[in-house]
């Protein structure tokens, strides 16, 4: 095989997910796309921000996910850039999600999208809305830390 199989590229990072949940668990899922779904998101015309994923029926799903529409292709062959798009992922990892979401009331975030091997896979969080202050005190830790390592490098 190539080096170019083997590797792993992201092509969107929902990084303002990280700043609203508080992500407790990852999951890998592969994702049911059309053909101009693919070149798009090959040319890397993916939002991840307002997406999420519901679980119905023992299946996995992404809503909101918003993937542009192939310029190439004409009118008639592409794809509802919004539309609902199916998760894959394995019966026991949909049947603990279920009992966590319900139970616990958490939720399921998309946090990237990235090229594995050749295949387009998402990682989605299981994630639980930050308050107000746990935000503010996640920013003061972090300019905390970058104070500490600027005062280290300097001393």
């Given at each position: 095989?190539?080096?170019?199989?083997?590797?792993?590229?992201?092509?969107?990072?929902?990084?303002?997910?990280?700043?609203?949940?508080?992500?407790?668990?990852?999951?890998?899922a592969g994702?049911?796309l059309t053909?101009?779904?693919?070149?798009?998101?090959?040319?890397?015309?993916?939002?991840?921000?307002d997406g999420?994923?519901?679980?119905?029926?023992?299946?996995?799903?992404?809503?909101?996910?918003?993937?542009?529409?192939?310029?190439?292709?004409?009118?008639?062959?592409?794809?509802?850039?919004?539309?609902?798009?199916?998760?894959?992922?394995?019966?026991?990892?949909?049947?603990?999600?279920?009992?966590?979401?319900?139970?616990?009331?958490?939720?399921?975030?998309?946090?990237?999208?990235?090229?594995?091997?050749?295949?387009?896979?998402?990682?989605?969080?299981?994630?639980?809305?930050?308050?107000?202050?746990?935000?503010?005190?996640?920013?003061?830790?972090?300019?905390?830390?970058?104070?500490?390592?600027?005062?280290?490098?300097?001393?």
């Amino acid at each position: 095989m190539s080096d170019k199989n083997e590797g792993y590229k992201i092509i969107s990072d929902n990084r303002q997910a990280r700043y609203l949940y508080e992500i407790l668990e990852t999951y890998e899922a592969g994702i049911q796309l059309t053909g101009t779904e693919v070149k798009s998101i090959r040319a890397g015309k993916v939002n991840l921000q307002d997406g999420y994923a519901l679980l119905r029926n023992g299946e996995a799903w992404l809503i909101n996910a918003h993937i542009s529409p192939y310029t190439a292709s004409g009118q008639y062959f592409n794809h509802e850039p919004r539309r609902t798009r199916k998760l894959l992922l394995h019966r026991l990892e949909i049947r603990k999600l279920i009992g966590k979401v319900e139970q616990q009331g958490l939720t399921l975030i998309p946090l990237k999208m990235y090229f594995k091997r050749g295949w387009v896979k998402i990682s989605i969080g299981l994630c639980r809305g930050k308050k107000v202050h746990d935000k503010r005190e996640d920013l003061k830790r972090r300019q905390d830390q970058r104070d500490i390592q600027r005062a280290m490098k300097n001393y």
